[in-house]
């Protein structure tokens, strides 16, 4: 009798805390407590900076702090699955990239759907991708490089194995029936230390790790990845424009949050992450990071992301591409 009596006043204070919990998952009232933010990779990068950025500027939008938490390893899988296993009320965001898309499409077994497991709240920014090499190579542009890598190996160096960065180059490879050395790093700036000591004769990098470098004279900038030139080096030319026609390939950087989301709240975060891109200080630190902001629905978002990995699985299969 004991047992049934603790029994109906456990479900009597159940039914009651219902009332409430539903009351806090209101829009309206949300967010009542801090957010926490999943970066699925190591502070310092741009990936990191970004999203710290655009953090900062929803906590002050929406009043509460988003909490940042890296979680790198595994390619971003460690962060990304653990988003993905978050309860879906709003209050764990995840910082996304382009990296999404390229697991997808490079790692055979995953714990988690890239594609379905997430609810797009930010497309963010745009991440274009650029091919360098020292002040004193002897390819001046694009074709130079491409002549010399007809006719004498080159090692060309990558922030890492199935980075954007990669893909980027094996595409280039494909399109023109080149053959260089993959050398990756674990991080763009050791790749391109060992460019300016003459390792390497290139690297393929995005734009904001080198924009300062170009700049100075350091490097020479051979073509970058997007469809326009980048407002960060508007003298470096496109791929297509040295040639390489339908050659176009941009990364992001922006928020997710897991799959079954109320739309109201993912409305609302949406617009919070809106804001914090359009405010002065953040744009401008944006804009040092040779990033620019993408002006999209977060329907876009999915698109990008499914698209995106069907054309990185096409490129992985004909490389023969393997994850570290």
Request: glycine share 12%.
């Amino acid at each position: 009798m004991a047992h049934n009596s603790l029994s109906r006043r456990g479900l009597l204070a159940l039914a009651a805390a219902l009332p409430a919990a539903r009351a806090l998952a209101q829009p309206g009232d949300f967010p009542s407590h801090p957010l926490r933010l999943i970066v699925p990779v190591a502070p310092g990068g741009s990936q990191d900076v970004v999203a710290r950025l655009i953090a900062r500027g929803m906590g002050e939008t929406l009043g509460q702090t988003l909490q940042v938490e890296n979680l790198p390893g595994a390619g971003s899988n460690i962060g990304y699955e653990a988003a993905s296993r978050a309860r879906p009320d709003g209050y764990t965001l995840l910082a996304g990239s382009d990296s999404l898309s390229i697991n997808a499409a490079l790692f055979p077994k995953l714990n988690y759907d890239p594609l379905t497991a997430f609810t797009p709240i930010l497309s963010g920014v745009a991440v274009p991708q650029i091919l360098v090499v020292r002040a004193d190579s002897p390819a001046q542009d694009l074709a130079g490089f491409v002549a010399a890598a007809r006719d004498a190996p080159q090692a060309v160096g990558t922030p890492g194995n199935g980075s954007l960065s990669h893909l980027v180059g094996e595409l280039m490879q494909q399109a023109a029936g080149l053959r260089w050395t993959h050398v990756p790093y674990r991080g763009g700036a050791l790749a391109i230390n060992d460019l300016l000591a003459g390792h390497l004769q290139a690297v393929w990098i995005n734009i904001g790790a080198v924009a300062d470098a170009v700049k100075a004279g350091r490097l020479r900038g051979l073509a970058v990845s997007s469809e326009a030139r980048a407002g960060a080096l508007p003298a470096v030319p496109t791929l297509e424009e040295g040639g390489f026609q339908g050659l176009t390939a941009t990364g992001w950087h922006g928020l997710v949050a897991p799959a079954g989301l109320e739309p109201a709240i993912a409305a609302r975060l949406a617009a919070a992450g809106t804001a914090a891109l359009q405010k002065p200080e953040i744009a401008q630190r944006l804009a040092g990071l040779g990033v620019e902001v993408l002006d999209e629905p977060p329907a876009a978002l999915s698109r990008r992301i499914a698209a995106d990995a069907a054309r990185w699985a096409a490129v992985v299969r004909q490389g023969n591409l393997r994850p570290d």
